[in-house]
């Protein structure tokens, strides 16, 4: 079975074939972070109109490399949700077009869950059941994951996702958008513990995070230098930054691997590309015996394999959950908790 994946939740076109005997057997992404960067974020409406340009050329192009035509497929994956309303819609309304006019049914698939079983895809996947770090722009959660829709939350943030503390601290320090991967590099020249910032939640029981504290004591303490901040305290000041969020997301794993028994832990989303945080969690492993999984790491950030995946898993789970009908909604606010009671 031949599944078309359409990702637009957000500031990437993502477009994927992945075949259930074959794999994956083409993809196709445009990233729109250029068109953001001179605003320092996303712009709704200008993630829109983008996704409208390139979706046509990207299936274009992702059918061209597979060699396949239109007519070939067996189902439509798209992102329903979460996401940015306008740019969801982009991809949701050409996933319904595409089903009506070859006649291929629809399934509307958890942005989320794309990313959850993204490692999947990897030459070397987990088993389930896993331990599930997703950390990503938007979210962070830590999941017990059994199988396909057999999601638990075990724990997730309280207020600033590890993503978007990444992004917003990169900001006061200067950095263009987005900051994840500008203030980790950075850090790779600062000197540890020049600058010690807090560990929000490192001891408390719970499997929840806090990072709105961690990017007021970034302000505070640029706040307080002389300005401008010269080079060296800026990799300084990143370096303590990214030294606190690596380590309470590593302690929260290795307490949700503790509390769940279980000794495989799989990091899916944007963040799950730096590499200081892939460092000490395979520490962390080691030390517990425990094995790390990631996507690969073009499948870190959004992508449409992860939702061509995640579409034909969920086919092969229960193939009812297919639609022949054509009218689409869009789900901007569409929670895990109510993904795994579906
Ligand atoms: O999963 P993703 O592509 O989009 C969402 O669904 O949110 O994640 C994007 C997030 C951004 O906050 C970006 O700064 C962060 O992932 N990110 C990183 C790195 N690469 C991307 N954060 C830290 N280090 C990186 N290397
Ligand atoms: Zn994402």
């Known amino acids: 079975m031949i599944v078309l994946g359409i990702e637009s939740s957000c500031d990437e076109t993502g477009i994927a074939l992945y075949d259930t005997g074959r794999g994956l057997l083409s993809h196709a992404l445009y990233s729109q972070i250029a068109l953001h960067a001179e605003y320092g974020g996303v712009v709704p409406e200008l993630a829109s109109r983008d996704h409208i340009r390139r979706i046509v050329p990207l299936l274009e192009e992702a059918f061209g490399k597979a060699s396949l035509k239109p007519a070939e497929i067996d189902a439509v994956a798209y992102t329903q949700g979460p996401g940015l309303a306008g740019a969801l819609l982009v991809g949701s309304s050409v996933a319904a077009g595409l089903g009506f006019a070859l006649g291929k049914p629809l399934i509307g698939v958890h942005h989320l869950e794309g990313h959850l079983l993204s490692p999947l895809l990897a030459k070397q996947p987990p088993e389930f059941p896993f331990v599930a770090l997703l950390v990503s722009g938007g979210h962070t959660q830590l999941m017990k994951v059994s199988g396909v829709g057999r999601y638990e939350l075990l724990g997730e943030t309280l207020d600033d996702a590890a993503g978007e503390a990444f992004d917003k601290s990169a900001k006061l320090l200067g950095l263009p958008y987005p900051g994840g991967p500008e203030i980790s590099k950075l850090a790779e020249q600062g000197v540890p513990d020049v600058f ?12 929840n ?9 970034v302000l505070t303490t640029v706040n307080r230098q002389t ?6 305290v800026r990799a300084d000041i990143a370096r303590g930054f990214v030294d606190a969020i690596v380590d309470v997301l590593v302690a929260k794993c290795a307490k949700a691997l503790r509390q769940t028994r279980l000794r495989q832990l799989v990091v899916a989303g944007g963040v799950g590309a730096n590499r200081q945080l892939r460092t000490a969690l395979g520490k962390m492993a080691s030390r517990r015996r425990c094995r790390v999984f990631y996507p690969e790491i073009e499948f870190c950030t959004d992508n449409g394999a992860m939702i061509a995946f995640a579409g034909a898993m969920r086919i092969k789970e229960n193939p009812d959950c297919m639609r022949h009908t054509y009218g689409f909604t869009v789900r901007p606010r569409w929670s895990m908790e109510e993904l795994a009671a579906a």
């Open 209 to 217: 995070f806090s990072f709105s504290g961690l990017k007021t004591a």
């Open 227 to 232: 300005q401008p901040l010269s080079g060296g």
């Open 196 to 207: 010690q910032f807090p560990r929000p939640m490192l001891h408390s029981k719970d499997l």
